[in-house]
T-cell receptor, first 118, second 114 residues
Framework: AQKVTQAQTEISVVEKEDVTLDCVYE???????LFWYKQPPSGELVFLIR??????QNEISGRYSWNFQKSTSSFNFTITASQVVDSAVYFC???????????????FGQGTELSVKP | DAEITQSPRHKITETGRQVTLACHQT?????MFWYRQDLGHGLRLIHY???????NKGEVSDGYSVSRSNTEDLPLTLESAASSQTSVYFC?????????????FGPGTRLTVL
């Protein structure tokens, strides 16, 4: 069965520290997509990144980077030199293609609440 | 700018009442989704639609219904509200429907059932 686990419920760091948010997923599909969303204190969900199962290249976007490893079924998210504005709940999510690729149903992890203190 | 809106943003109701939460998107997206967010569970899929007249049940569909009469709207109805349905509800949409489509979320509706 498909599942996403974010084992870290809460993380607290001091500004400028690097922090990694873990995401482990389970799926039997060979074609699937992984996502990260950010939910700041204002409550909206902001899309950060999408990765497909055939592309294991790491990605960097400014202070954000993502490490996708199929061998360990992980899609971890690192924030370098964290800032107070990074304080939010971060969700990892999985979407399976299924037989007809009529997917799009997101399976979310429980979320990790990141607190960055000045 | 195209967007996705939800109304009301906050709602308090009583057990047993019927409640409808509105979701409206102006992107002309085929696919629309409803999720609920509860502490410790992340977001869970309630219902979804791949187009007009199409509706499907998600993981936690009991007690909820949706209808899709046009592309822009997917209202979520709680037939007889229960305290267990106190939650934050998010609507989302995506363009085409493949598993790789990015879903864009509305601002959420906080529902309290007393």
């Amino acid at each position: 069965a498909q599942k996403v686990t974010q084992a870290q419920t809460e993380i607290s760091v001091v500004e400028k520290e690097d922090v990694t948010l873990d995401c482990v997923y389970e799926t039997r599909d060979t074609t699937y997509y992984l996502f990260w969303y950010k939910q700041p204190p204002s409550g909206e969900l902001v899309f950060l990144i999408r990765r497909n199962s055939f592309d294991e290249q790491n990605e960097i976007s400014g202070r954000y980077s993502w490490n996708f490893q199929k061998s360990t079924s992980s899609f971890n998210f690192t924030i370098t030199a964290s800032q107070v504005v990074d304080s939010a709940v971060y969700f990892c999510a999985l979407s399976e293609a299924g037989i007809y690729n009529q997917g799009g149903k997101l399976i979310f992890g429980q979320g990790t609440e990141l607190s960055v203190k000045p | 700018d195209a967007e996705i809106t939800q109304s009301p943003r906050h709602k308090i109701t009583e057990t047993g009442r019927q409640v409808t939460l509105a979701c409206h998107q102006t992107w002309n997206h085929n696919n629309m989704f409803w999720y609920r967010q509860d502490l410790g569970h992340g977001l869970r899929l309630i219902h979804y639609s791949y187009g007009v007249q199409d509706t499907n049940k998600g993981e936690v569909s009991d007690g909820y219904s949706v209808s899709r009469s046009n592309t822009e709207d997917l209202p979520l109805t709680l037939e007889s509200a229960a305290s267990s349905q106190t939650s934050v509800y998010f609507c989302a949409s995506s363009e085409v429907g493949g598993a790789g489509d990015t879903q864009y979320f509305g601002p959420g509706t906080r529902l309290t059932v007393l």
